[in-house]
C-alpha cells in the first residue's frame, strides 16, 4: 500500500499570496518526485458552491449562519473523495479550510465555539502553513477586491480571529513587510 499523503492547508487573509505559494508549492512537491495536488475552498463548481459564488459576489444574500454551515457542508462533501487520493499516496495542498470559516464567521460577530462546531471530524491537516500579511501591505499589492469580505476593517478582524486558532500544527510565514508574529514554531 502507498505511504499516505500529507494534508498541507495553507491559510491567510486575502490578498495574503495564498493561491501563487500554493501553486508553487504543489510545483516543488511534484518537481521533487511526489504525488501532489492542489485543491481549493470554496469550491465554486458545486451546488452549494455556486451559491457561496453568489453570496460572495453579492447577488444573493445569506443569514450568517446559513452561510457559514454552507462553507462548511462545501467542505464536507469533499471529503470522500480526498480522503480516497491521501491514502492512495497523494499529497493535499489545500487553498483554505475551516480556519477561513472560523475567522470570516466570526469576525462578523457570529460565536466562535458555535463556528466550530460544523467543520468537527474533517480530516485534519497535517501542516497549516499560515501567510501572514499586515492588512496595508495587502492592500499596497494591488488593493482588495470587490467581494463581500474583501474590505479593510473586516480583514484586520479576520486576521485577529486566525491568531486565536493557532496550535501545534500551525507554522507561521511571515510575508515581507508583517511585523506582527502569530507565532513561529
Ligand atoms: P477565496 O476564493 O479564497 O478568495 O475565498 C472567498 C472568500 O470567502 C474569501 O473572502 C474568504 C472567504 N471564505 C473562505 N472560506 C470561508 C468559510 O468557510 N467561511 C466564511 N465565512 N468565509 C470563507
Ligand atoms: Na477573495
Ligand atoms: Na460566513
Known sequence: MAQR???????G???????????????????SGNNAE???FPDRTTQTGKMIDS????????????IHLLFSA?????????????????TLVVDRYAFSGVAFSSAKGLDLEWCRNPDIGLLTPDIVLFLD????????RGGFG??????????????DEFAKLQDDTWKS??????TRHLGCH
Do not use: F, P
Open 74 to 90: 462545501n467542505r464536507w462533501e469533499a471529503m470522500k473523495a480526498l480522503s480516497e487520493k491521501l491514502n492512495s499516496g497523494t
Open 173 to 178: 510565514v511571515q510575508r515581507e513587510g508583517s
Open 55 to 66: 453570496y460572495l459576489q453579492q447577488k444573493s444574500d445569506l443569514d450568517d449562519h446559513a
Open 146 to 159: 470587490q467581494e463581500r469580505y474583501e474590505k479593510r476593517e473586516l480583514q484586520i478582524k479576520v486576521r
Open 133 to 140: 500579511l499586515t492588512i496595508d501591505e495587502a492592500e499596497k
Open 38 to 40: 492542489l485543491v481549493k
Open 13 to 31: 487573509c486575502d490578498r495574503s499570496g495564498k493561491s501563487t505559494q500554493c501553486e508553487n508549492l504543489v510545483a516543488q512537491l511534484q518537481q
Open 5 to 11: 499523503g500529507l494534508l498541507i492547508v495553507v491559510e
